[in-house]
């Protein structure tokens, strides 16, 4: 159901940048467990260098959404520029890897695949030309601490790229290719290989040292590096004094982006497939780098945030608190280097559950369980076949749920724009991955009523993190308001009100007589008798003093 005309939402559409919902995200304290994070296919989202399009011979005909569209970095600098990602109230960004991949495609039934997503590494010590180069993310980092917007790197650990005619399999004693995870156990899910032909980089051993695969010495001394790059691992260890394990390596790799170029976080792919004491490893090393960064860095530091490291566990949801069960063991990830963890419950909350049962659920397991610690929430992502609102017919449900549901919020590409997820002639997840329908939100009228909600409600929520840490409360079931309140921060909002003539309760949370503002309307009430009256054609408000 449409909580207003299309006409006035694209009204308030050409004039929101000048209300005073405008995301006042640099005047607001930032918290990770509040965060507000944009997920997105670096391939997908904006081809803003078409000259990099093409790379490695990478020309063989693909299955549909299968192959490189040309979305790259400069591609979401340009929208961070723009003004997109404040729009939305998005204070940090998430998107796919961008490390080197295979060059050349796979074919495991489903056509022709190129590593377009980024997780099939080649070579963790440089960027894919697809995506563009260190320059290039050196600028996005910037440009994004410019608006105050953090950065996420995606990165992956457990496995190296699928073996092709040109893409060697990693030595032995880096990696297995057999047997395949059976999922049943500790052993059937860490000590395998995650599908077939995705060799697993093998993680248990803490002690055994491997020495480099001869096919990154032969890449390397072909581009010239070799000497700088086995300088800077001697350097490494040599700090460290750790085992040169494979994960060790790789760490090393991923952690230089931290320490050269300042990203603020990490989201760690299948994390229950590697060994638990590589996070930890990973999570020291990373907030090492961090420091080092800033210390080298203090015109450019944020806060004194520390580094964050979100994990995805799949399967994994909020109501298992801190324990992750593979069957014969539970491990509890949250002390290996994670602050939170990717939440797979949400979704069918959201299906099933009123609001107030799935805000004070949460409120409930995030001030208990899960105190000090935190889960990020989400309803679509790139690899989860049953998402919610998988037609696109309820984006003012899903942006209600996920922006105002406590914990960290993440909104995958085209939530807020009904980017389908169903494209005609992909296969699988290729449907989840389609480009961003940037000619939609130009020239769509539901589509940008629809973003235009998104906007309100993500803007709120960055510039009040009570939303996302705030003590639950329900104030009023019907007309249905609740309040969130975390130190001086504290907001009221009402959900599912009618239209027109309003009367919201709001409790003892603001006193007698003080004028508050709705950042839904940009209009003003004055609490009397413990409630406001505001009169617009929404059925939500946004409450604050």
Sequence with gaps: MALFSTAF???????????NTQNNTMNTPFLWEAANIYFLLTDRFNNADTSNDLNFNRTKETAVLRGFEGGDIKGIT?????????????????FTPVVEQIHDSTDEGTGNTYAYHGYWAKDWTVLDPNFGTQEDLKDLVAKAHQKGIRVILDVVVNHTGPVTEIDSVWPS???????????????GTTACTLVKNLPDVITENEDQAVELPELLVEKWKSEGRYEQEINELDDFFKRTNYVKTPSAYIIKWLTDYVKELGVDGFRVDTVKHASEWVWSVLGEEAQYSFDLWKQNNPDQVLDDNLFYMVGEVYGYGISSGRAYSFGDQTVDYYKHGFNSLINFEIKYDAAQKSYEEIFSKYD?????????????????????GSPFDRERTNGYKAANVLLLTPGAS????????NRPLIVDG?????NLRSNMNWDAIENDASVQANLLHWQKLGQFRANHPAVGVGRHQMISESPYS????????????????????????????????????????????VVSNGSVTIDNP????????
């Design 9 to 19: 939402a694209l009204m308030l559409l050409g004039c929101q940048n000048n209300s």
């Design 78 to 94: 340009q929208k961070i520029e723009q003004g997109y990602f404040t729009d939305l109230g998005v204070n940090a960004i998430w």
């Design 173 to 187: 004693d880096w990696v297995r290719t057999v047997p395949p995870c059976d999922f049943s156990s500790y052993d």
């Design 364 to 384: 409930g397991i995030l001030n208990d369980q899960l105190k000090g610690k935190s889960v990020l929430n989400y309803l679509t992502s790139h690899d989860d």
């Design 410 to 417: 993440q909104i995958y590409y085209g939530d807020e724009s």
């Design 426 to 430: 992909a296969n699988g997840d290729a």
């Design 482 to 525: 609740f309040s969130r309140i975390s130190n001086n921060d504290k907001v009221v909002i009402g959900l599912d009100l009618s239209t027109g003539v309003k009367t919201i309760s709001v409790g003892s949370v603001f006193e007698e007589g003080e004028t508050l503002t709705d950042d839904y309307s940009g209009s003003t009430a």
């Design 538 to 545: 929404f059925n939500v408000v946004l409450l604050h003093n």
